[in-house]
C-alpha cells in the first residue's frame, strides 16, 4: 500500500459516516466500505474508492439500512455510491485544505 493510499483512507475514516452527515446526525465514528459499483478487473485505485459508513450504515443496521444488508434499496434512501463517492472525495480534498 503507497503511503498516499494510506493518508487517503485514515482521512476518509476521519471523515465520519457519510450518510449520517448527510441525514444531519453529526460525525458517526466509521468504518471503511469498499465500492462495488463499476469494480471491474482493475483494482489499482481501490482505495480510493471508498466510503466511510458508521456500523448501522454498513453491516448491521438491517435492511434499507446497512449497504449490505441490500444495496439497491440502500441507494434509493441515501443515493449511489457513485454519488457519495464524489461526495467522499470532495470532503477528503477538503479537509487536507483545512491543515495546510
Ligand atoms: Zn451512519
Ligand atoms: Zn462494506
Not at 14 to 20: D, M, N, R
Not at 27 to 53: D, F, M, V, W
Amino acid at each position: 500500500m503507497t503511503k498516499d493510499n494510506k493518508n487517503w483512507l485514515s482521512d476518509v475514516a476521519a471523515l465520519g459516516c457519510v450518510v449520517c452527515r448527510n441525514l444531519g446526525y453529526g460525525e458517526s465514528p466509521a468504518e471503511i466500505h469498499h465500492i462495488r459499483t463499476g469494480q471491474g478487473t482493475a483494482q489499482r485505485a481501490s482505495n480510493k474508492k471508498t466510503l466511510p459508513l458508521c456500523a448501522p450504515h454498513h453491516r448491521t443496521g438491517g435492511y434499507g439500512v446497512a449497504i449490505h444488508a441490500g444495496q439497491k434499496k440502500w441507494e434509493e434512501n441515501y443515493g449511489t455510491e457513485i454519488e457519495l463517492l464524489e461526495q467522499t472525495k470532495r470532503d477528503v480534498e477538503e479537509l487536507r485544505l483545512c491543515r495546510i
